[in-house]
């Protein structure tokens, strides 16, 4: 998962699902924010994403593999972009790049990223078909 470049600057892939700080309650011993914590981000901007996409309730059937570039500090705003990278009947790939806004304004810089699979569900639990792309 690449982000593009515009003139040479990287740049989030997708669009902005979900945008927070990371608060003190999130950060380890070492005043660094877990992994964990990023990663259960990750998966909830995937859901909303998802969520969007099915209109409706769906669950996380798969996470992929979490590669982090530099540790997050506490404070740091961090974006989760989205993009649905395959559609099958029932179920959704989606690409998730999380970036990061430290708390001293630098230019925001790509923490990690990975890909979810999301299936819709119905009130029940019960797997259900995605509506047709024309009706999203």
Known sequence: M???????????EGELSLQLPAGADAVNMFGDVY?????????????IRAGQEARGRVATVSVG?????????QGTI????????????????????CWGLCPDGLSPR???A????QVAID?????RRLPPVEEI
């Open 65 to 73: 593999r979490m590669n982090f570039m530099s540790p997050v500090l």
């Open 110 to 112: 790509k923490v990690t």
């Open 2 to 12: 690449g982000s593009s470049r515009d003139e040479g600057v990287l740049q989030p």
């Open 35 to 47: 992994g964990g914590w990023v990663s259960a981000q990750a998966v909830l901007a995937s859901e």
């Open 78 to 97: 961090l974006g989760f972009y989205t993009r649905v990278i395959e559609r099958g009947h029932s179920s959704l790939r989606i690409a998730v790049e």
């Open 123 to 127: 009130a029940d639990g019960h797997i």
């Open 114 to 117: 990975c890909e979810c699979v």
